[in-house]
């Protein structure tokens, strides 16, 4: 585990402390604190200073990794004495979770030998949870190398993992202690998960994203080996899960590590998985039933409840999903994508949809695509358009459905502007101020209308248009769009991405493409000096030819002063040679060929 840099600063000794009598001194009992009826030990100031000491000098360095074996080594063997109140000390912590990715077979089973009596107080601490996640995820890797004393160390991991599992209630439900269940789930399976669920505490001082950079790139792979035995317990986890889903299943922690061991079944014990999620479905929907609809409709409005039903869905195969469609949500469609709640689990249903039965939840949800945009519930919307272009299918009746829900489907003229309707996530009316009483066949429309603003979730759904099998209706609305429309849809954080799709798309013919793009020409200038549209200039660049970047060359050269001194156009300065560009035109000419012809050889390689 990653660990930040310490706040308190002393001497930067190199040397390696040094023992002093038999082992640190000791412990005293904190009066002010209680866990589960027990005072918490305290680390005496004497042996608080020690390590100190050993945090400065760890983070000083060392010469050689003999050096720093050494010391780590040391350490931890003093750590031995002391190490639930170590573990329970900030700065102790911040010190075990620094040594922990070093620490050798024996150290770390000395270690969890002092730590497992004190199982609960250790887990349930804010500190101590961090020092068994960084036990349990080194553990594995150390007993996949068959290192000295692997043997006594899965022991002692499965020791823990029973310790856990038989008071699983009560580790389960603690803010603190619920980290440590979820980081041993998946240490037992052998599988790294990526979603919240899985992520490890926070370190104290450290911003979320931060930690969690830190934490990916320090806890190894996402896959690895483990004994038989690990998967052993991990099935009798599986069966512990269904025995408490009666009694826990609303609670926020027991629901994230529910959600982590179905996550960790699925890649690992499919069929243990297939069976815990037929345990949660059958509890739910045996709740409080109702005459005419599924109970299960209560729970996908329930905000920790249904981020279970979410991961339910996600790890479930194609017949358990068309089982949970017919039985339980089939008819009740548009009230989900209608509820606050409810429609982020209606979004899973749609990605993970088999093709037959995502023409199902199309042809309930596609009549009421209005309502859903103008409750802003646009998840449903992107999800639905993600699934259609991944399953090449029902992408033309979707694309109608979403022109109707902006009125701009009918007259056919109106399907020229539905591109800076869609970008701006505005109806015909709104975005050209008319009143809605006037008919589609008066179509007064100003042409002066410029694009003022770009949605997120609009230019997603213009990408997912963009990599249909027929992305002609918007292709069409782009190649007319005014030169500045597209300069501020390019210059957009969001709708520079449009862009990135328009590029990408197998799809869109060539013509049509360098239609859309010749329309910046004349703006090459302001696009450079912006943020995201220097990155759009660099992304037509890579894919024009050689013409087409003389062109961009000569326009951005006769400007090369401005662009120099632009904290974004000096990028493309250096990116385009432009200095190469107004004095040495061969030179330049050479460069751009080795470049094309360097990009076909690399794009050779990745498709062999």
Not at 429 to 437: A, I, S
Request: include cysteine; proline fraction near 5%; charge should be neutral.
């Amino acid at each position: 585990m990653g660990v930040p840099p310490h706040c308190e600063k002393g001497t930067r000794s190199r040397k390696r402390p040094r023992k002093e009598g038999s082992a640190v001194p000791s412990v005293r009992k904190e009066g002010s604190k209680a866990s589960q009826g027990q005072l918490l030990p305290r680390l005496e100031p004497a042996a608080a200073e020690y390590f100190r000491r050993a945090h400065e000098t760890l983070k000083s360095g060392f010469d050689s990794d003999e050096e720093k074996g050494l010391f780590v080594s040391n350490v931890l063997e003093e750590a031995e004495a002391v190490g639930v109140p170590l573990s329970l000390d900030p700065a102790g912590s911040l010190l075990l979770q620094a040594l922990m990715p070093l620490a050798s077979p024996t150290s770390l089973c000395h270690l969890l030998k002092a730590l497992i009596p004190s199982l609960r107080v250790v887990a349930c601490h804010s500190c101590g949870a961090h020092i068994l996640e960084a036990a349990l995820l080194r553990a594995p890797l150390l007993i996949k190398d068959g290192a000295e004393d692997s043997g006594v160390l899965e022991d002692l991991v499965l020791g823990l993992g029973r310790n856990v599992q038989e008071e699983l209630s009560v580790f389960a439900l603690d803010a603190h202690a619920s980290f440590v269940v979820r980081t041993l789930l998946q240490a037992l399976g052998g599988a790294r998960v990526g979603s919240d669920g899985g992520r490890g505490l926070q370190v104290l001082g450290t911003s979320h994203s931060r930690t969690k950079q830190a934490k990916l790139g320090s806890e190894g792979p996402t896959d690895f080996e483990v004994p038989d035995s690990f998967l052993t317990l991990l099935q009798g986890f599986s069966e512990s899960f269904q025995e408490l889903i009666s009694d826990f299943i609303a609670n926020k922690f027991f629901s994230l590590c529910l959600q982590v061991a179905l996550e960790v079944l699925h890649r690992k014990l499919p069929e243990a998985c297939s069976q815990l999620c037929h345990s949660v479905i059958s509890y739910l929907s045996s709740r409080n039933p109702v005459a005419g609809q599924s109970a299960l409709l209560v729970f996908l409005k329930d905000a920790t409840c249904s981020r279970v039903l979410d991961k339910v869905l996600e790890v479930s195969d194609p017949k358990a999903l068309r089982s949970f469609y017919k039985v339980h949500v089939k008819g009740q469609l548009q009230a989900l994508a209608s509820h606050s709640v409810a429609n982020f689990t209606l979004q899973r249903l749609i990605r993970a949809a088999p093709r037959k039965l995502l023409g199902k939840l199309f042809e309930e949800l596609s009549p009421g695509l209005e309502e859903i945009l103008a409750l802003e519930h646009l998840g449903v919307v992107t999800a639905l358009l993600a699934a259609c272009r991944k399953q090449g299918a029902h992408q033309q009746e979707l694309l109608q459905a979403l022109l109707e829900a902006f009125h701009c489907w009918e007259p056919p003229s109106r399907q020229l502007v539905c591109a800076p309707l869609i970008a701006s996530l505005l109806a015909y009316e709104v975005y050209f101020g008319l009143e809605e009483e006037e008919t589609p066949s008066q179509d007064p429309a100003d042409p002066s209308r410029c694009l003022s603003s770009v949605s997120y979730h609009g230019s997603l759904i213009l990408q997912h248009c963009l990599c249909f099998a027929d992305p002609s209706v918007v292709l069409r609305s782009l190649a007319a769009m005014a030169p500045q429309d597209l300069v501020t849809l390019a210059s957009d954080p969001a709708g520079s991405h449009v862009f990135d799709a328009l590029l990408a798309s197998p799809s869109v013919p060539e013509k049509q493409r360098r239609k859309v793009l010749r329309l910046l020409k004349g703006h090459y200038v302001s696009l450079a000096c912006s943020k995201h549209g220097s990155r759009v200039l660099d992304a037509v660049w890579s894919k024009a030819t050689l013409p087409a970047k003389r062109e961009m060359a000569q326009e951005l050269a006769e400007h090369e002063q401005k662009l120099r001194n632009d904290p974004f156009g000096h990028h493309l300065v250096r990116n385009f040679a432009l200095t190469h560009f107004l004095k040495r035109r061969r030179d330049w000419d050479r460069l751009q060929e080795a470049e094309k012809k360097r990009r076909e050889l690399f794009a050779e390689i990745l498709e062999d």
